[in-house]
């Protein structure tokens, strides 16, 4: 009997020793499971689903299933492990480069695979997969207080895979340097190109406001070299206001077939988040963004000419628990015709409304 229980006892320390989650990674390791899901409802005025020039909501008049996640973390004295699993169609968007899609286009990817190593107090190396640094929006449906993207997270980088270091430069100040595999490439083997990625992030504690420079350069698989510099912005003015903002700058060269007179292309985009909480439960988020594509590599690509596009999103945020409810309206404006009617009938303009059901823990 004393055999049994010492047994008993010896076993349940050793469950709770990898169970429990800790600051103090010297001795005790900290696992942490999470995980989310996402549904959405989208009917087009236009009565069509080919005006849809974002990611992750390409539907018109039906239920769709977003994306289901789990993120599994681990960490033991310096060193660390994230392996974040995407399920669904808004996963194989994601991972558009090497998730394998079903006939109905439920795809499973691996979002987010990375290895960190805590050098010193101030210096932590990540070697593997992870999310981009640019941009203001996440991947992540409960992130977002938005369920529609915007035009500059869906042309621009999602993810990374390489080598990076952050490092804590002050309390305030943060900075990050990394080698990667050209954008939102898993695997780069065909050729010996590599990204060069940089952010400078300036967070002071007296003041709620958070400013990043992001920065990326680089040749991809085409040899086109690209540059990208993008500002991210956020200021809490109370607990229930705040605003938000990105603006990104984007050029391409050698982007068009030599011979041609201009061979540079650019792109570009700005983005104002206005967020107001009425109570714990109640919010709203106002997205109004300018996407400029004058030159046509991104949302004009393949059109006789480029434009630039408005868009305005209003969306509500009824919290109860882990579940988040989003009522959305969203009017999208361009300079030339994008758009089509149900008929077939070119336009300028497109709306939509959905109805958004996210839940996480």
């Not at 992750?56 to 977003?66: A, D, K, M, V, Y």
């Not at 938005?146 to 804590?168: C, L, W």
């Not at 990050?176 to 780069?188: E, Q, W, Y």
Request: glycine share 10%; aromatic share 14%.
């Amino acid at each position: 009997m004393k055999r049994m229980l010492f047994t008993l006892f010896a076993t349940g320390s050793l469950l709770s020793a990898y169970s429990q989650t800790t600051t103090d990674t010297t001795s005790v390791p900290a696992f942490k499971l999470s995980g989310s899901a996402d549904v959405y409802y989208k009917y087009n005025l236009n009565g069509n689903n080919t005006d849809n020039k974002t990611s992750f909501t390409n539907s018109h008049n039906s239920f769709e299933l977003g994306m289901v996640s789990l993120k599994v973390e681990h960490g033991f004295k310096k060193g660390s492990i994230v392996a974040d699993l995407g399920f669904g169609k808004r996963a194989g968007e994601f991972s558009y480069n090497d998730a394998p899609g079903s006939s109905n286009g439920l795809a499973m990817a691996i979002k987010q695979l990375f290895v960190s190593y805590q050098l010193t107090d101030k210096i932590k190396l990540t070697m593997g997969s992870y999310a981009t640094h640019i941009g203001y929006e996440l991947v992540d449906a409960y992130l977002n207080r938005n369920y529609s993207m915007s035009y500059m997270f869906s042309y621009g980088p999602f993810f990374h895979t390489g080598v990076k270091a952050d490092v804590a430069l002050s309390s305030s100040l943060s900075a990050m340097v990394g080698i990667f595999n050209p954008t939102d490439l898993k695997s780069a083997s065909l050729n010996g190109h590599k990204y060069i990625g940089a952010q400078l992030g300036f967070a002071p504690a007296a003041v709620p406001i958070k400013l990043y420079l992001n920065y990326l350069e680089g040749k991809d698989t085409s040899n086109v070299q690209h540059h990208q510099v993008d500002v991210v912005a956020t200021y809490q003015f109370t607990k229930r206001f705040g605003l938000g903002y990105n603006g990104t700058y984007s050029t391409y060269m050698n982007a068009k077939p030599k011979g041609e007179s201009d061979a540079n292309a650019n792109w570009w985009g700005s983005a104002l988040y206005v967020n107001a909480d009425f109570s714990d439960k109640l919010g709203l988020t106002l997205r109004g963004e300018y996407f400029s594509d004058k030159d046509g590599v991104k949302v004009f690509a393949g059109r006789p000419v480029g434009g630039n596009i408005v868009a305005g999103t209003l969306s509500f945020n009824y919290k109860s628990g882990n579940l988040t409810l989003i009522p959305e309206f969203r009017l999208d404006k361009s300079s030339v015709d994008l758009f089509n009617k149900q008929d077939g009938a070119p336009t300028t303009v497109t709306a939509n409304v959905l109805f958004a059901a996210v839940y996480h823990f």
